[in-house]
């Protein structure tokens, strides 16, 4: 089988491409998959019309063009979203999803799996993996976390392991909140361990993954 993956951002390719091999095993055999990063989630557009061009590499803007055109192309047969939640209602967001794919007639091959709030949730829910790329994290924000809860998640990673926490990072401002998601991705995504991981949400992603080649 081949798996299309889209993700929203880069970071969240990275940590994808580390991830996978755990999942569905060696690359080709017998299971292909190509991940696709965007510049973000944006939103669906009204009407279903992508807005702007193709060049523009917004998720939402351009998943009615995307799920069209692989619904008509042979060969794609699984096509996997992943994105944030953020502060959405994740059954509500999942339900309009769902129904964007069935008018895309996408519906059959279209799977949708929310981090929940942010990807930085599932390095939260393997917490070896994030004390060996980070062993002077702070332990007492660490404690804090409330798996999978609406808190401000990559705010309270980057206070428990980066100098200065999230206030550092947001008077830097851009690109360097981009940079350390990247950094995040490289150091402990390739520590992580699929089975350990207590974030709910990751576990659904893997989940939707051993399902379709299943």
């Given at each position: 089988m081949h798996i299309e993956?889209?993700?929203e951002d880069s970071s969240g390719k990275k940590l994808l491409e580390a991830l996978m091999p755990q999942l569905l095993g060696v690359q080709g055999e017998p299971h292909t998959w190509r991940i696709n990063a965007y510049k973000g989630i944006g939103r669906v557009p009204a009407g279903l019309t992508a807005k702007g061009d193709a060049a523009n590499r917004i998720l939402l803007d351009q998943l009615p063009r995307l799920l069209r055109g692989y619904a008509m192309t042979p060969g794609y047969e699984a096509i996997?979203?992943?994105?944030?939640?953020?502060?959405q209602i994740p059954k509500v967001m999942?339900?309009?999803l769902n129904a964007l794919a069935l008018k895309c007639n996408a519906a059959e091959i279209t799977r949708f799996c929310l981090a929940i709030e942010e990807t930085e949730s599932w390095y939260l829910g393997d917490r070896e993996a994030l004390l060996k790329a980070y062993p002077r994290a702070k332990k007492d924000v660490l404690v804090r976390y409330v798996q999978d809860s609406i808190c401000g998640t990559w705010e309270l990673l980057a206070d428990a392991v980066y100098p200065g926490g999230a206030a550092a990072v947001k008077k830097e401002g851009w690109p360097l909140p981009g940079q350390i998601k990247h950094e995040w991705a490289e150091k402990m995504g390739p520590l992580m361990v699929v089975e350990r991981n207590v974030s709910p949400s990751?576990?659904?992603?893997?989940a939707q993954l051993r399902?379709?080649?299943?």
């Amino acid at each position: 089988m081949h798996i299309e993956i889209l993700s929203e951002d880069s970071s969240g390719k990275k940590l994808l491409e580390a991830l996978m091999p755990q999942l569905l095993g060696v690359q080709g055999e017998p299971h292909t998959w190509r991940i696709n990063a965007y510049k973000g989630i944006g939103r669906v557009p009204a009407g279903l019309t992508a807005k702007g061009d193709a060049a523009n590499r917004i998720l939402l803007d351009q998943l009615p063009r995307l799920l069209r055109g692989y619904a008509m192309t042979p060969g794609y047969e699984a096509i996997v979203v992943v994105m944030d939640a953020d502060d959405q209602i994740p059954k509500v967001m999942l339900d309009k999803l769902n129904a964007l794919a069935l008018k895309c007639n996408a519906a059959e091959i279209t799977r949708f799996c929310l981090a929940i709030e942010e990807t930085e949730s599932w390095y939260l829910g393997d917490r070896e993996a994030l004390l060996k790329a980070y062993p002077r994290a702070k332990k007492d924000v660490l404690v804090r976390y409330v798996q999978d809860s609406i808190c401000g998640t990559w705010e309270l990673l980057a206070d428990a392991v980066y100098p200065g926490g999230a206030a550092a990072v947001k008077k830097e401002g851009w690109p360097l909140p981009g940079q350390i998601k990247h950094e995040w991705a490289e150091k402990m995504g390739p520590l992580m361990v699929v089975e350990r991981n207590v974030s709910p949400s990751f576990g659904n992603v893997c989940a939707q993954l051993r399902h379709l080649i299943s």
